[in-house]
């Protein structure tokens, strides 16, 4: 039977599954968070990747439906709810969030390491090689940030790197989006639908249905992403684990590094002025007034004393909640192997 039954488990799946999709939804909101890593510390890692693979393959169980059912819809929620209040933190409080995030970041990496057990040159060849990656990746790619429709393309990569961080401990979905510049256009869009469907009763502001359509234009090639990640990378995370299981995890160990190099903390969003060039766009006056403080290009500055020194305590602070999280998971799920380490033995 691909799905646990684990008699020690305790609480019913639903209550579990919800549990774990309201932690997996915070940590898709957060950069540097792994779904993955949440899912372990709720105690359900290796039943909803058994569960993903099981109905991928159309072998339907009603626990696997409950639990990803519970999983995927209180995730849903506590994206939909909260995407606004994060949007604001990274926007208003650049540098702050990022410290925190690259201690979260930096949390995959014991937990990468505790998966991967014996050090081994093959693991080290395959850091390497997701260090490099990631480096090009961070050198390479120039989201665009100036008006134009959304790009369909990106969105939809950038939900299909959503969609890994639910099946990858120590890869985080949110990091994928800041990376492609998708971060902050996804949370907005997340946050107008919720607007134009519920409004704000504390602002006083009812619902618009005219928020939705436009809304929904960045939502579904994001949402396209997502269904066809989790295919995807629950299956080939199977495969991979089974064959190459040490340069696999010495992979996502690489990436994982390296994603610490794109989210140097010291920048922030500088308002242009007329006349500046914003993506090979010279900005008119009408141009400047109408740009989003989310689109202003962003800059590195040089940190005083005090905003390095609580830099630093923000990483520790972030390493220590995943690492945290990840004794959490690896308690209840000690002496549970997963799945693709069953398989390989038989």
């Keep these: 039977m691909l799905i646990s039954e684990d008699p020690g488990v305790g609480k019913p799946v639903?209550?579990?599954?919800?549990?774990?999709?309201?932690?997996?939804g915070l940590a898709m909101l957060v950069p540097g968070i792994s779904g993955g890593t949440m899912l372990l510390a709720a105690g359900v890692y290796p039943d909803v990747i058994a569960a993903v693979a099981d109905l991928t393959t159309l072998r339907f169980s009603r626990r696997a439906g409950i639990l990803l059912g519970s999983v995927v819809g209180a995730a849903a929620l506590a994206i939909l709810l909260l995407a606004g209040i994060v949007k604001g933190l990274v926007v208003d409080h650049r540098w702050v969030m990022y410290?925190?995030?690259?201690?979260?970041?930096?949390?995959?990496?014991?937990?990468?390491?505790?998966?991967?057990?014996r050090p081994?040159?093959?693991?080290?060849?395959?850091?390497?090689?997701?260090?490099?990656?990631?480096?090009l990746m961070v050198a390479g790619i120039q989201p665009s940030r100036f008006g134009g429709e959304p790009n369909y393309v990106l969105l939809a990569a950038a939900g299909l790197g959503g969609a890994s961080a639910m099946i990858l401990p120590g890869i985080s979905g949110g990091?994928?989006?800041?990376?492609?510049?998708?971060?902050?256009?996804?949370?907005?869009?997340?946050?107008?639908?919720?607007?134009?469907?519920?409004?704000?009763?504390v602002a006083g502001v009812a619902s618009d249905m005219g928020l939705v359509?436009?809304?929904?234009?960045?939502?579904?090639?994001?949402?396209?992403?997502?269904?066809?990640?989790?295919?995807?990378?629950?299956?080939?995370?199977?495969?991979?684990?089974?064959?190459?299981?040490?340069?696999t995890l010495g992979v996502l160990l690489g990436l994982v590094v390296g994603a610490v190099v794109g989210l140097w903390p010291f920048q922030q969003g500088v308002r242009p002025d007329p006349g500046n060039v914003v993506d090979g766009v010279m900005l008119a006056a009408d141009d400047v007034a109408r740009l989003a403080q989310e689109d202003w290009?962003?800059?590195?500055?040089d940190p005083g004393v005090g905003q390095a020194f609580t830099a630093?305590?923000?990483?520790?602070?972030?390493?220590g909640v995943t690492v945290l999280i990840d004794r959490i998971g690896g308690s209840r799920e000690r002496g549970r192997r997963p799945p693709e380490a069953s398989h390989r033995e038989q």
Excluded: C, H
């Design 297 to 301: 290009p962003v800059r590195f500055f």
């Design 175 to 201: 990091y994928l989006l800041l990376l492609l510049g998708q971060y902050e256009p996804i949370l907005g869009a997340v946050d107008q639908l919720k607007l134009g469907l519920l409004g704000n009763p």
């Design 14 to 24: 639903a209550l579990r599954g919800v549990f774990a999709g309201v932690l997996m």
């Design 312 to 319: 630093l305590m923000l990483v520790g602070v972030g390493l």
């Design 213 to 247: 359509m436009p809304a929904v234009k960045v939502l579904a090639p994001v949402g396209i992403g997502v269904v066809g990640g989790v295919v995807l990378a629950s299956n080939l995370l199977r495969w991979l684990l089974r064959r190459f299981e040490a340069p």
């Design 99 to 117: 410290s925190l995030f690259v201690g979260l970041t930096l949390g995959g990496v014991p937990l990468i390491w505790r998966l991967a057990g």
């Design 120 to 135: 081994s040159s093959a693991l080290f060849v395959g850091a390497a090689a997701g260090l490099g990656v990631m480096l």
